[in-house]
């Protein structure tokens, strides 16, 4: 699987920034997460990352978030409903990964996020589908 830093469309990035469960790359309106091999992702975690999607895009949410599951990892089941309270900020979800854990949260996801929630196994897929979804919604 490709890290985002490995790809052209690399060059468009407006910051990234590195926390100690992972990494998220931040461009206009769109969103790329790849954590760290074993983190137990919680609800403190993703407010840290949503502030700082609040610092580089001001108020505006993110529009498209990817989540590049290059490692495994898990999330705090009883943190599930704090993510659904929250689903409101995502316009496109996806996901992009193939280990079983990726698969296993994906279900979840699905469950928790209203919208339907593709998976790739490709992240140059989920980028060209995600830059398509945000075109068509400025339409």
Known sequence: MKRVKELGFFKNIREVREFEFGVFYFFDD???SEMNEGVIFSWKMAEKAMHAAHQINGNKAPVV???????NYYIMPLDWIKFYRNRAKLNFYSVVGSTQGSMSSLILERFFFRKSIPKFTDLEEAITWSLEKLASQKE
């Open 30 to 32: 769109l969103v790329i």
């Open 65 to 71: 978030y990817i989540s590049n599951r290059i490692n």
